[in-house]
Every structure is written in structure tokens, then in C-alpha cells.
């Protein structure tokens, strides 16, 4: 199974459509399902639900071989958690999909450290979706603890 | 007269700041750094409010950003009320800008400011994080490059 997302903030129907598009056109064999968010395009070819809560979507991340989303952190950093192969299209402030680019620098730079794929318009979605099939993720390592070991150090310095 | 005397030998009053979704994912992976602290919490949105509960008060502010200015007069409205009424002696904020309005006004107050830049800022620092900057007593970022680029910003990891 295949999991598209694209939040649940705003809609996404310019890579809904693209999906739906290459589902119909047998690019895609496998199973789509996708949260879409509220008020979106509804797709024709494959299963689509608003918004799923926190638990069942990080149980369809669980689930799924593979991932398509937009550039945001949530997606990112559900599909790095387990490992799934994610192919990203960032949502651009040019279509008033989002306020500023910061999507567009996101994928551009995760995709360069090797963690997900991006595609930056639909015609490159194709062609995308074909390198997905065999693309190996590079593990995220992030430091949680050493930010808070800063943080920690300086509200010590604070309180003497 | 009585409240001042007895804060004077309490543990410090904590304000852990930032929108629903991403910035508070991120702000939720510093683990417990505010254990031994008191603390309260602003956010946008009810849904986190009710997870962050069981650390302290939440104030959920309401959705506002740079295009929505009347929603920024609200908040900061909102905001306002709460800093005033609780008086804290550090703030730390992932942002967006529900962070950089309490940053500002707690300031005011003779607050401590912590500031994590988001990790979506990878080329140049958030819109907030530019004003924040001027008046943080510690400015984190998460990408080595930009603590470059800025003075008296530092890298101490990633939080996602």
C-alpha cells in the first residue's frame, strides 16, 4: 500500500490530481490510500479519507511500502521513523499552496542528504514514482538530547 | 507583596511557546527539560492543549499568522493577558509567531529568552527568529550553516 498525505491543514490538489492521474494511468499498480485534508479534490481511483487522528495515521505509515506527501516536517519525519521509502512534492507559495518556499528548500535539502526523493512539479511525478520502487532511505540521526544539554547548561547559569 | 517574596524562593516559572503541528513536535523532543521547573504552556490549537495538560497549565491562543493581521492583534492580545498574569522568568519557543509574541512581551517582563529555530528554516533564519534574534539571551539553530551566517546564533544539534 501505497500512503499519500498531505497534511491536514490546507488542501493539496494539485498532487491529488497528479496521483490520481498516474494511478488511472497505470504508472501506480499499487493499493493508494491518502489523507487529503478537508475540502479537497476527491480522488477517483483510489480510497481517501479527510484527516486521520495522530494514532491511525502513524498506524498507516506503519502499513504502508511506500510514501507520497508533501514537503511538510510531519510526513517527513513519520516516513524517516520507520524507514519508508518517501517521495515528496513541495507545496509552492506560487500556487498559494502554502505561505512561503519553505517546502521547496526542505525537499531540496533532504533529498540531497539522501533521506526521501523529491519531485518539483507533476510531469516529474512519473518518472519519481518509478525510482521510489528501489529507493533505500539514508537514516536520520537527530540529537535531541544535546540541544537539551544546552538549554539545560544555560538555565543552570541562570539560577546562580 | 506576599506572591514576591514567595517566588523569590520558588523554583523558576517556565513558558514553553509554540504553534500546533510542527513547532510543537519539535519543541515536545527536548524531552523533560522543564522537570523541577513550574511551567505553562501557549500553543494555537486545543488538540495539542489537551496532551500538554499533565505539565501545566495551557493556554491555547488561537491559528495567527502574518497574513492574517487582525488574528495577530488577537493573539498578541491573548498573550499579553497571560504574560502579565503569570510573569515568567524564562521563555523557550520553537515559534512561529504565537513564540516570538510571547518572546517579546516576557522580555518586557524580565524573562530569560530560548530560541530554537525550526528545522524547515535551512537557508536563512524564520521571520520570527530574525526579530527574536535581537533580544534571545541563548539563539539555537539546526543547521550548522546558519550559525555561521549569524552572530551570536549557535548549533547544538537537531531536535527532529
Sequence with gaps: ?160 | MVDVAAKAVEKPLMCLVASAGGHMSQLLELGEIWKGSCTFWITTASAVGDRLSRYGQVYVVGECNREHPLRVIRVFLRCLQIVFRERPDVVISTGAAVGCITCFLSKLCGAKVVWIDSITNVERLSLSGRMVRHIADLFLVQWPELAEKYDNVEYAGTLI
Design chain 1, 1 to 160: 500500500m501505497i500512503f499519500l498525505t498531505v497534511g491536514t491543514q490546507f488542501p493539496f490538489d494539485r498532487l491529488i490530481r497528479a496521483v490520481d492521474r498516474i494511478v488511472e494511468e497505470g504508472v501506480i499498480s499499487e493499493t493508494v490510500f491518502a489523507q487529503i485534508g478537508e475540502r479537497s479534490y476527491r480522488p477517483c481511483n483510489f480510497e481517501s479519507v479527510a484527516c486521520l487522528e495522530k494514532g491511525a495515521f502513524d498506524d498507516y505509515v506503519r502499513r504502508a511500502s511506500k510514501m507520497i506527501g508533501h514537503a511538510g516536517m510531519g510526513t517527513i519525519t513519520g516516513a524517516l521513523r520507520d524507514r519508508k521509502p518517501l517521495l515528496v512534492m513541495p507545496r509552492l507559495k506560487r500556487y498559494h499552496e502554502v505561505v512561503n518556499d519553505h517546502q521547496l528548500v526542505i525537499a531540496k535539502k533532504y533529498s540531497e542528504l539522501g533521506h526521501i526523493l523529491a519531485a518539483y512539479d507533476t510531469g516529474d511525478l512519473p518518472e519519481a514514482v518509478l525510482r521510489l520502487e528501489d529507493f533505500v532511505p539514508k537514516e536520520r540521526i537527530a540529537t535531541p538530547n544535546t540541544v537539551s544539554h544546552r538549554i539545560r547548561r544555560f538555565l543552570d547559569g541562570m539560577q546562580d
